[in-house]
């Protein structure tokens, strides 16, 4: 099994910053890419951000230039959100997902509240 586990999360006012980070642990391969998705109230999944083994990310539109993610091992992971605004508020899974197989783990998740 892997084991991911999360912090970071909380309430914060408009316009504030949160860092995330994220914990990999257990039958770790290398071979993989980590990142984020989050879920707001009655809203559907979406994914944040991603970054690879090599160190290149990808954003969703919504967070260009107030997000940024990064790792500083292969199996931790942190995601710096700056200007959050209210529409952030979201509970923040990040997962673990192997190249090869395909196969995807997740985080518990963590909640971010942005208040206006």
């Known amino acids: 099994q892997v084991q991911l586990v999360e912090s970071g999360g909380g309430l914060v006012q408009a316009g504030g910053s949160l860092r995330l980070s994220c914990v990999a642990s257990?039958?770790?391969?290398?071979?993989?890419?980590m990142g984020w998705y989050r879920q707001g109230p009655g809203k559907q999944r979406e994914l944040v951000a991603v970054i690879t083994r090599g160190g290149s990310a990808n954003y969703a539109d919504s967070v260009k230039g107030r997000f940024t993610i990064s790792r500083d091992n292969v199996f931790t992971v942190y995601l710096q959100m700056n200007s959050l605004k209210p529409e952030d508020t979201a509970v923040y899974y990040c997962?673990?997902?192997?190249?090869?197989?395909?196969?995807?783990?997740w985080g518990q998740g963590t909640q971010v509240t942005v208040s206006s």
């Open positions: 257990g039958s770790i391969f290398s071979d993989n890419s």
């Open positions: 997962y673990l997902r192997r190249y090869i197989t395909s196969d995807m783990y």
